[in-house]
């Protein structure tokens, strides 16, 4: 056969928990190639073995894959292909380990021999997948061995809508689908969901409507399968529930900015559309894919918040939140594997904005010395530089308040635009206050002029303790409108949060 006597190897890496999806996709292409059934009914799958040889140890496996082929048991035509999971977080064949210990060596050796050493077998097709294409050995990439590499991205519009049609295929048959159900509709609200996750919505979107039917008052009573209808509002339920791993993080966008977003000075709003015109530009520009943008300023002043809200706004497939908050206490190269995670997975969506929060936390800045990691502050300044593949556009969003520090490591050259968010004049202090309406009109002003070049996280701080009134429990009216904050209450708590 055609394909094996070139002695091809092929080495797919593909998105997490499809892997079912890509052997799918292989069978068809051998069938394509004009493999007759019962070829393709020769195919040795690993990972099928590997259930027989639980709990022994890998090295044993893995000449278990090899061997029927060598004694020629399994080579019942000319053909055999051997789907051996590569480097993947699942168990299997953990070839990965760079540094890893003699039992990864000898894995990784075993896999050379077999594929181009003087025992090398012949007419195999051997296709290797794995999600972490970055963590295989290189010997094993080689011209000769794993060489031809095709990358399975995650589905696009139509295929999505084509695996929403599958898995909706029998309710539909069996009228169990809505007439309000749009299989385009929820083809466009899962963005770069991958299969496993589009059957996952469906899967939740039918037990949603089988709970529609069980009474809580009594759990014996048969559900009435004909009423059983699953509808749009359950997909829109699921799509709660289930989220993509490769999407957008909304709810740590969303928590960046929970006091919503007020308007707060012409600065502040020419920031935000400046930097929603960088995110038009990544959209449709061919020239840069990547676009790389740096908020400075004083702490508090909201660079946060802005960066969120253009990650939100943007509608972007890919939107995810960097910041050391979830790595306290992580070794530097722990830090450094998760920073270049998180590039790693933008890449695999078309349009991707990464937000780089407090850069000088993540890189374990202290004022004094001044000590920094240098080793994550090496990974940043490749990573800032480094281009998308083909196809795919990244906007990095970097906030920090430590403008001059970075500026002395040469990370702010590493950005090509960079703003400086600043403080609250009076004039947008008032702007605030007057959209917060919690002072009388007559003491708007002298409260905003009081507030002269205050952040807004101290501003919020402040209008929060004096809303408490000077003898607690006041907040609730204050904000409901029924009473407003008397100013020398408000003097008092400004004594409180001003350091002089
Ligand atoms: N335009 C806005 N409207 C309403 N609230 C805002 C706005 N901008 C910022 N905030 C609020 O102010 C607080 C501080 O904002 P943010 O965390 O973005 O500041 P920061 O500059 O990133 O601070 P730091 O330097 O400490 O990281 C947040 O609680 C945020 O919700
Ligand atoms: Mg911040």
Not at 254 to 283: F, P, W, Y
Not at 303 to 310: F, G
Request: with cysteine; aromatic share 6%.
């Amino acid at each position: 056969m055609e394909i094996v006597s070139t002695g091809c190897c092929e080495c797919r890496f593909v998105p997490p928990d499809d892997f079912d999806l890509a052997l799918l996709m292989l069978e068809l292409e051998f069938v394509k190639r004009g493999a007759r059934s019962e070829e393709i009914d020769a195919v040795l799958l690993a990972n099928q073995l590997r259930k027989k040889f639980i709990n022994q140890t890998k090295e044993k496996w893995f000449r278990e894959i090899f061997c029927p082929l060598n004694m020629g048991t399994f080579s019942t035509s000319d053909c055999s292909y051997i789907n051996t999971q590569l480097g993947d977080a699942k168990p299997g064949v953990s070839v990965f380990d760079k540094d890893g210990t003699g039992v990864h060596d000898s894995i990784v050796n075993q896999l050379l021999t077999k594929i181009d050493g003087v025992e090398s077998l012949n007419n195999v097709l051997l296709i290797g997948m794995t999600n972490r294409k970055d963590l295989l050995d290189e010997a094993l990439l080689r011209p000769g061995r794993l060489e031809v590499q095709v990358e399975i991205s995650l589905p696009d519009k139509d295929g999505r809508t084509e695996i929403f049609e599958i898995h909706t295929k029998k309710m539909n048959e069996n009228s169990f689908l809505a007439d309000d159900v749009i299989l385009e509709d929820l083809a466009a609200w899962t963005k770069n969901y991958s299969g496993a996750e589009i059957e996952g919505v469906v899967k939740s979107a039918v037990s949603y409507a089988l709970n529609r039917q069980l009474s809580l008052d009594d759990l014996t009573k048969p559900v009435d399968e004909e009423s059983i209808k699953v509808t749009r509002n359950d997909f829109l339920n699921a799509l709660q529930e289930i989220v993509a791993a490769f999407g957008a993080s909304t709810d740590d966008l969303e928590r960046c900015r929970l006091n919503g977003m007020v308007s707060c000075g012409d600065r502040h709003k020419h920031i935000l559309e400046t930097a929603m015109l960088l995110v038009g530009q990544v959209k449709v520009s061919k020239g840069s894919p990547l676009v790389t943008c740096l908020l400075e300023g004083p702490s508090g002043s909201g660079k946060t918040a802005l960066a969120a809200t253009v990650g939100i706004n943007s509608d972007f497939p890919f939107v995810k939140i960097v910041s050391a908050e979830t790595m306290i206490g992580l070794h530097e190269s722990t830090k450094c594997a998760q920073i270049a995670k998180v590039f790693e997975d933008a890449y695999k969506s078309p349009l991707s904005i990464i937000i780089l929060d407090d850069l000088e936390r993540l890189l374990d800045y202290v004022a004094v010395g001044p000590r920094f990691s240098n080793l994550i502050l090496q990974t940043l300044l490749v990573l800032l530089k480094r281009l998308p593949p083909k196809g795919k556009k990244l906007l990095v969003i970097g906030t920090t308040s430590q403008v001059s520090f970075l500026d002395s490591v040469d990370v702010c050259d590493a950005f090509s635009v960079s703003y400086h968010v600043p403080t609250l004049k009076t004039e947008d202090a008032k702007k605030v206050l007057e959209q917060l309406k919690v002072f009388s009109e007559d003491d708007v002003d002298a409260a905003a002029e009081a507030l002269n070049n205050m952040p807004i996280k101290k501003l919020y701080m402040l209008i929060e303790m004096a809303a408490q009134g000077e003898h607690g429990g006041a907040a609730e009216a204050i904000y409901s409108g029924r009473e407003k904050i008397k100013i020398s209450h408000f003097y008092d708590c400004l004594q409180d949060v001003v350091r002089y």
